[in-house]
Structures are given as C-alpha cells and as structure tokens.
Nanobody
Framework: VQLQASGGGLAQAGGSLRLSCVASGRTASTYATGWFRQAPGKERKFVATITRDGTTTHYADSVRGRFTISRDNAKNTVYLQMNSLKPEDTAVYYC???????????????WGQGTLVTVSS
C-alpha cells in the first residue's frame, strides 16, 4: 500500500489544521493507521492511531482532547483533525499503516512521505 499525507502548513497557536492520509494499492481498511510526528532534532513520536474499522482510537497524552483521528474507508482516507494547536506541535507529520493496532513505530510497515506542520506563537 502507498500512503500520501497532505494538509500541513502554517497555523497560529490556537488554530486548527486537518491532515489527510490517502491510501492507494491495497484497500486501506486492511490496515490500522497511525500518525507520528518528528520535530527538528528529535525522535519520531506516536501521535494517534485508529483501528481498521475506525471503532477504536488511541492518542498520545500530549494531544489527547485536542486532536481527533478518523477514517473514511470508502475514500481510503484517514484524517487527523488538529485543534488548539501549540508551537510544540510543530513537526513533520507522518501517516503509517500496520497490520496491528499499535503505538509503536516499528509495528508499521508502510509510511507516507510526511507533511510539515508549523505553529507560530
């Protein structure tokens, strides 16, 4: 499966952005999908994940209550709605697909190219 992430850009603190991850190739509903992010000079970190059918989600503590992950399997797309953005949310955001519902990056076999989110104070 190939993943294409989009929707990044510049936002002010307190603002919102919505990221999209479109899957092509194998049907997206075959995989759990997660979002990870990597800030400059830092390790890639888990942000959120959603099961294949979209019924279960999990978030990192740092984004819980502000970010929402969802999916539309008819469109082979997973979304990350980001509200109440903070400067510390600045990072390259990656979507990834896994056969397992997991928070661990090494469980994800397929990765998108990343989309940059910059939050100004």
């Amino acid at each position: 499966v190939q993943l294409q992430a989009s929707g990044g850009g510049l936002a002010q603190a307190g603002g919102s952005l919505r990221l999209s991850c479109v899957a092509s190739g194998r049907t997206a509903s075959t995989y759990a999908t997660g979002w990870f992010r990597q800030a400059p000079g830092k390790e890639r970190k888990f942000v959120a994940t959603i099961t294949r059918d979209g019924t279960t989600t999990h978030y990192a503590d740092s984004v819980r209550g502000r970010f929402t992950i969802s999916r539309d399997n008819a469109k082979n797309t997973v979304y990350l709605q980001m509200n109440s953005l903070k400067p510390e949310d600045t990072a390259v955001y990656y979507c990834a697909a896994s056969e397992y519902y997991s928070r661990k990056s090494h469980d994800y076999s397929y990765w998108g190219q990343g989309t940059l989110v910059t939050v100004s104070s």
